[in-house]
């Protein structure tokens, strides 16, 4: 069964976004006027190579989904680039837009909602084929039962519909959906932050099984760090709209370099009472997105914050070897070590 992909250089990062924003508009009255803005994303770039995870996190609100539906077009971008295998996918038409589809595919937050109760988890596992013309009735079904051995499901559940399933095999039917295409990017919008615990291990371990196996690139998007740390290569911490922090992940957790990262760090319980950590919590609640602080948008909550902070937008720049930081208090690393 062909996969359809068009094959890319190993050179090209399977995902490369560049100045993404996202506005929606606020309108009011009986004439629907718009009066503002909710700025949900508002310049963010990031690339992720083959076989690579990027980790991308922040406080609910920030933004996290609103880029993950973005990048793959479930809601149309204000501005900026996508590109999936080097192609531009914001300038293509719909029908071609549906072919690129093949090649990213999204694992929702919610393993309920996300499947149609109407439909048996067969039906859905099988549908993007079907959507695709992929094989024939007798081919599909038994891609569809090779999918669900190989995420720990059994082949005589594909008659059975969503309710009859627990939370951890719901979310293992939309992970098999996701792969029916074989496609090359897998974006995770908290793809396990609904699951108890225990389940979350075990998705997770899953991921990153198939990771291997199919050299798959994934744009995972979480709040909890402990996941982040332990399914991801990269990591790039978001704050209202807007990246701050973007760096390995053993560089990002072992010396954050942004005080909102910082924070983030702080306010994980460390399962050993005799540990005592000067935390640094975050002070007041996020802005509203509809009229962000003017320069640093963190300036509001920030312990450090400086008049510039105030006035100034701090570029992303990188403060050391591939570790970049939005923050006034840190310095280009060749002048740090200058």
Not at 184 to 202: F, K, M, N, T, W
Not at 214 to 231: G, Q, R, T
Request: aromatic fraction near 4%; glycine fraction near 6%; include cysteine.
């Amino acid at each position: 069964m062909p996969d359809g992909n068009t094959a890319a250089p190993a050179s090209v990062p399977v995902l490369d976004v560049r100045d993404l924003k996202k506005h929606f508009p606020v309108r009011k009255g009986l004439l629907r006027k718009t009066t503002g803005h909710v700025y949900a994303v508002d310049g963010v770039s990031f690339s992720i190579e083959r076989g690579q995870t990027l980790g991308l996190v922040g406080e609910s609100g920030c933004g996290k989904s609103t880029v993950a539906r973005a990048v793959i077009r479930l809601i149309e971008p204000t501005s900026g680039e996508v590109r999936i295998l080097g192609r531009d996918i914001l300038s293509l038409s719909k029908d071609e837009m549906r072919a690129s589809r093949r090649q990213a595919q999204i694992i929702f937050q919610d393993p309920f909602s996300s499947l149609n109760p109407r439909m048996s988890a067969g039906e859905i596992v099988g549908e993007p084929l079907l959507v695709h013309n992929i094989g024939n009735s007798r081919e599909r079904a038994e891609r569809v039962a090779a999918l669900f051995d190989r995420v720990g499901l059994r082949a005589s559940q594909m008659n059975s519909l969503p309710h009859q399933f627990s939370g951890g095999q719901r979310q293992r039917i939309g992970i098999a959906r996701a792969l029916a295409l074989d496609p090359q990017l897998i974006i995770g919008d908290e793809p396990v932050s609904a699951l108890d615990v225990s389940i979350q291990a075990q998705v997770i371990n899953l991921l990153m099984d198939l990771q291997e196996e199919k050299n798959l690139s994934y744009l995972f998007i979480a709040h909890d760090l402990a996941v982040v740390e332990h399914i991801s290569h990269r990591v790039a911490v978001m704050y209202l709209g807007r990246i701050v922090e973007h760096a390995g992940k053993r560089a990002l957790f072992s010396n954050p370099q942004h005080p909102y990262t910082e924070a983030l760090l702080a306010a994980v319980p460390i399962p050993n009472p005799r540990i005592k950590r000067q935390k640094r919590l975050v002070q007041g609640d996020v802005p509203s997105p509809i009229n962000p602080p003017p320069g640093c948008h963190f300036h509001t909550r920030c312990p450090y914050v400086t008049e510039q902070c105030r006035i100034e937008v701090p570029p992303l720049i990188e403060v050391a070897p591939d570790h970049w930081a939005a923050c006034h208090l840190r310095q280009p690393a060749a002048v740090a070590v200058a």
